[in-house]
């Protein structure tokens, strides 16, 4: 599974692609407001510290609005992403980007039905929010498992890329039901190293090799 990251924090995102855990990155509107950047040269920075697919998210609500701001986004680098909401609007820019060779990440994707029109318009990527479902009490985790199953029935190349990760335990489930990618804040990716055991067996270690009055160095 690849991982995403669901930033616009520089910093953060050039961190944890020198330890090999970045593929790509995820922004949108909000991140890029929490970043105080422009959106044009925060974008280029992303793009030139990670070889991988960058989203970067339109704003616009009609179509040929999306096409333009799309065709815009992509000219600052081969690796940009279009990222485009999935409204009818959007799924037509979606058809129209993705002809003209364009990568899209079709997203607020919320039902399964909504990703098989994504996949049916050229979608590279389709992001189901997991975190959203469950706040309202619904299972994120069982609409990616929908959409793994439907994307196989036909074998749909657009690969489902788990969007709205709060948890290490949506990590988890995502990565069993077989996510082809998982985008997730910086601070989720790496609590995925943390364990309570993993602390606890490294102090007895600690205490113990001190007892030795021994030195590696």
Same mark, same amino acid.
């Given at each position: 599974? &690849?991982?995403?990251?669901?930033?616009?924090?520089?910093?953060?995102?050039?961190?944890?692609?020198?330890?090999? !855990?970045?593929?790509?990155?995820?922004?949108?509107?909000?991140? =890029?407001? &929490?970043?105080? @950047?422009?959106? $044009?040269?925060?974008?280029?920075?992303?793009?030139?510290?990670?070889?991988?697919?960058?989203?970067?998210?339109?704003?616009? $609500? +009609?179509?040929?609005?999306?096409?333009?701001? %799309?065709?815009?986004?992509? +000219?600052?680098?081969?690796?940009?992403?279009?990222?485009?909401?999935?409204?009818?609007?959007?799924?037509?820019?979606?058809?129209?980007?993705?002809?003209?060779?364009? !990568?899209?990440?079709?997203?607020?994707?919320?039902?399964?039905? +909504?990703?098989?029109?994504?996949?049916?318009? %050229?979608?590279?990527?389709?992001?189901?929010?997991?975190? @959203? $479902?469950?706040?309202?009490?619904?299972?994120?985790?069982?609409? =990616?498992?929908?959409?793994?199953?439907?994307?196989?029935?036909?074998?749909?190349?657009?690969?489902? $890329?788990?969007?709205?990760?709060?948890?290490?335990?949506?990590?988890?489930?995502?990565?069993?039901? %077989?996510?082809?990618?998982?985008?997730?804040?910086?601070?989720?990716?790496?609590?995925?190293?943390?364990?309570?055991?993993?602390?606890?067996?490294?102090?007895?270690? !600690?205490?113990?090799?001190?007892?030795?009055?021994?030195? =590696?160095?």
């Amino acid at each position: 599974m &690849k991982f995403f990251v669901d930033t616009a924090d520089v910093a953060a995102i050039q961190e944890l692609y020198d330890l090999g !855990m970045v593929d790509g990155v995820t922004t949108n509107p909000s991140l =890029i407001l &929490k970043s105080g @950047r422009n959106i $044009l040269e925060v974008t280029k920075e992303i793009c030139d510290i990670v070889p991988g697919p960058i989203s970067a998210e339109v704003v616009a $609500l +009609q179509s040929d609005d999306m096409i333009a701001e %799309g065709r815009k986004l992509a +000219q600052i680098a081969p690796n940009i992403t279009v990222k485009l909401p999935l409204t009818w609007d959007g799924l037509r820019a979606c058809k129209v980007l993705s002809d003209e060779g364009h !990568m899209v990440n079709v997203t607020l994707c919320f039902s399964a039905n +909504q990703a098989l029109l994504a996949a049916k318009a %050229g979608a590279t990527f389709i992001s189901p929010f997991i975190g @959203r $479902l469950d706040d309202i009490n619904l299972d994120g985790t069982e609409l =990616i498992a929908d959409i793994r199953t439907i994307y196989d029935n036909y074998g749909f190349e657009t690969q489902i $890329l788990a969007a709205s990760i709060r948890t290490i335990a949506h990590v988890t489930e995502v990565a069993r039901i %077989g996510a082809d990618v998982m985008t997730a804040p910086p601070e989720v990716i790496r609590k995925l190293a943390y364990h309570p055991l993993t602390d606890a067996g490294l102090e007895t270690f !600690m205490k113990d090799w001190a007892k030795t009055g021994q030195k =590696i160095l």
